[in-house]
């Protein structure tokens, strides 16, 4: 089967993974620290522990600058799902019996107006968070890298940035340098880069750390409209809220003190769950104008109550960003809701009854994606095709970007090469995400979610439901439910597991 894939000049240029390389600079750096810990071992404990945490992230920054994979490929004769949008790539006029189109296609017209460029444009403009390197240590460590255990912190960030470019832009919005994106610096990991990291930790005992130069961004020429360069403007200003900084409200070093308050450090994994509760958190606390019109509601056991959610757009819940309640005056629905929820779908493994589920809840153009991923990695799941899921992959090493200037490099924060994996490799615990405009466009996402739980012969076999009373006569929407509830049979076909635990299992 001939397969398609993003033409070369498009996606960056990175080296196919090579196992033996790779051991190869993994001795180097290993052969590096030992001599550097010889230096140290008068120094103190403190110091060498501080040297280790710092080698690590320099393998680490070695071990995932590697692409695994640089090509996926697509089939022609089936649709493909993005966030609620369905693109088709065979041309309306192309009779071949190719079932799939490759790199060499891309550029031809018959291949364009099969909208395969349509699909490009609206994924490279997803804004993609991936792991980085060489940005301000990290609140109660010593940690200056997220390599190897913040991938699901990443997942989460990119799953909101959608919702926040939802909210600000429109889901039509697309990246003006999206189909001319340029490929990102990737330097050749050689022997000369593992004696360089050797040197940086060596110029680190003496506190001459050596400081990175960051590529500026060429300036834009050519007059544009009012309207685009507002919209370029909200772009940016949502990118500088995922800042590898400090300041930035919603960059790692936020999430990571907000995770502190839930037992979690950096350096820990993180379950799709436990990121939910900390994004809730972040966007509650932040303090920009422009945050403040939005607030996340997490569902509890699988169950997302009408009443709160509407209290959430009128502004009636108490955050701390509106702590004396100043919005409760405001026009009735006023605030947009991200609604996230966490659930399992299955036990050990992912149960394959929920593959149609999964395709339902990507093809609304309500749904923001899914925080999910393999065992032990995960993934940002913004699509389908057959049978296969469509991620952004944070399992990227990138240097760290000065968010701060305004002239800041746009290019590593969108990845113009989609990934693809079989559903049934999917882990069970993921967290499911929804943008809500207003009380009338939850009123909506609520009746699509009913037609896809809608209870019938069949469906009730399996336990599902689309809502019920709650305690107090609220009416709530409920996606899944407990084995262990009384309120549906238990049977082969069951609903979704709700072991909270389980929910919670991290990804790194």
Known sequence: MVGWSLPSDSYPRVLQYNKTCEQKLHRMCCDGF???AYKMETKGTDEVEKLKSKFMSAWHNVKYSWALKSKTAFSRNSPVFLLGKCYHFKALDDESPTESCTAETLDDDDVVTGNVDGFRRDFTSRIWLTYREEFPVLPGSTLNSDCGWGCTLRAGQMILAQALLLHTLGRDWTWSEALT?????????????????????????????????QPLCPAQGGAEEADSYLREAYHRNIVSWFGDEPSAQLGIHRLVQLGMTSGKQAGDWYGPAVVAHILRKAVDEAVD??????????????????ADVIDSHSGRMGSHSDPQGLNCGAAPDSRAVIILIPVRLGGEKINPEYLSFVKSI????YCIGIIGGKPKQAYYFVGFQDDSLIYMDPHYCQSFVDVSTSDFPLQSFHCPSPKK??????????????????????????????????????????GLSSGTQGEQGQHRETLCCSDSSSQYPKTKKSPFKNDCKQCMRPFH
């Open 34 to 36: 030992c001599s550097v």
């Open 181 to 213: 994106l340029e490929p990102l610096d990737t330097e050749t990991w050689t022997s000369s880069a593992a004696r360089r990291l050797v040197a940086t930790l060596e110029a680190s005992i003496q506190g001459e750390r050596a400081q990175a130069t």
């Open 289 to 306: 104008a422009m945050l403040k019109g939005i607030s996340i509601y997490v569902a509890q056991d699988c169950t997302v109550y009408s």
């Open 362 to 365: 990507l093809s609304l153009e």
């Open 421 to 462: 994996m079989p559903f049934s490799k999917m882990d069970p615990s993921c967290t499911i995400g929804f943008y809500s405009k207003s009380i009338e466009h939850y009123e909506r996402i609520s009746n699509e979610l009913s037609k896809i739980l809608q209870p019938s012969a069949k469906e009730n076999e399996n």
